[in-house]
């Protein structure tokens, strides 16, 4: 049984209100700034961008992000999960989650939508 293929890069400006415009929160990087303040500037930058998580179980989330924590647990809006190819009804469509927390100790890997000129690409 054949796995159901994640979905490519996101389209720009679906109805989640996800898009990737330029925001109040991008600005040139400042070498002066301390690391924790460009730490935080990089992570304002992320927000209400899509992004997909995968997780320890194999199952994989993409959605826009809304927030996390200092425990690296990670909130999405509009969520969609992606069972992992061994799973029985893994060749069924994406379950829709809506909000999702995503506890930090069980993502495996964030992948970032990045604007290109020819195609959105993941990061």
Avoid: W
């Avoid at 069972?83 to 992948?111: Q, T, W, Y």
């Amino acid at each position: 049984m054949a796995a159901p293929a994640l979905p490519g890069p996101l389209p720009r400006g679906e109805e989640n209100g996800c898009g990737n415009s330029p925001g109040p929160g991008d600005f040139v990087e400042d070498k002066a700034d301390p690391p924790y303040l460009r730490a935080r500037r990089k992570l304002e930058n992320l927000l209400n961008k899509s992004m997909r998580i995968r997780m320890t179980d194999g199952r994989t989330l993409v959605g826009c992000f809304l927030c996390t924590d200092r425990d690296c647990n990670v909130i999405l809006g509009s969520a969609q999960e992606y069972l992992k190819a061994s799973d029985s009804f893994s060749a069924g469509e994406p379950r829709v989650l809506g909000l999702a927390m995503v506890p930090g100790h069980h993502i495996v890997s964030i992948e970032v939508e990045l604007e290109s000129l020819a195609s959105l690409q993941y990061l």
